[in-house]
């Protein structure tokens, strides 16, 4: 008759606990490489902190359908303005880290930063994902106004005190109208309005001098003749607008503002989610009919590696900072 080993009560309960603990420890892993190779397992929310219908939400919208085709999963772009940013971030924070919710951050973000007080920290609680596009502002005059182009605004800004016509205090708009002061030493006001068309009003009004605003947002007025356009604030000229040189071209070396789209996601993320989005959007960037898309709203289209739009941020951060400073703006 065979002999069996029978194990004392408490040891036997002991090596139950053990195998337990060690199942337990080897599944976790499991679960989790699961779970992110088979990202996205749903529909993927991208949470913009502007209203419809602006620049920003156009194109991620333009975007969101073409990743959510590759992904297999829609994405739901959801627009939460308001606060400086304050209430998309916080709505992002507060969702599982796990790809499915993202976040729309632009250059205005990383103005942000200086210009209020937040309860987070858009570098260190965030990570980046991939640039969407770059755009220009533009400086715009009266149509057929006193001032046909930067030498002449500058010109009369030695002879008189002008008006620098943006939207709303701590836009890029307006902060590019500070830099522009500073680096021109202009004797100049900025007088900052609650809406692009308040701006365009007072432009073909002649309330102001000069306006600073996206190509996209007055491409209406721009393409149909009512206003002039003297200079773009990028590096380059661009495609949209090729016979419109920067304001470097027109006379002032020193003066430079592009804006800037991007995805991102909270810290925490795992990096193969970052990965795979990453891709995707590279993907999504290099088909032509969305590159058209883009480039027709006047914007250029560019992803980036996670490592390129950290460093975009940071040097953006640093830029704007000093400008608030020496606009002596102080943070809200």
Partial sequence: MPTFFNA??????????????????????????????????????????????????????????????????????????????????TSTLGAPKDGHTLILFTNGTAIGKSLFSLKYDPEKDFTPISTLAYFDLILLTKKDGPIADLPALLAAGKTRRLTLGTINPGSTQNLSGELFKSVARLNADLVPYKSTSEVLSALMRGDVDVAFESYAALKGAVDAGQVAVIAATGPTRSSWLPKVPTVREAGLPGYEVTGWNALYAPAGVPDTVVQTLNRHMREVLAMPDVRQRLLDLGTDPKPSTPGELAEVFRRDTQKWAAVIRQAGIKPQ
């Fill in 8 to 89: 004392p009560p408490n040891r036997g309960r002991r090596s139950l606990l053990k195998g337990a603990a060690i199942g337990a420890a080897l599944t976790t892993p499991l679960r989790a490489a699961l779970s992110q190779s088979t990202f996205p397992s749903q529909p993927i929310r991208v949470i913009v902190p502007f209203g419809p219908g602006g620049l920003a939400d156009i194109s991620m919208r333009l975007i969101g359908q073409k990743l959510g085709e590759r992904l297999g999963h829609p994405i739901i772009v959801e627009n939460r303005p308001g606060a400086g940013g304050v209430v998309a971030a």
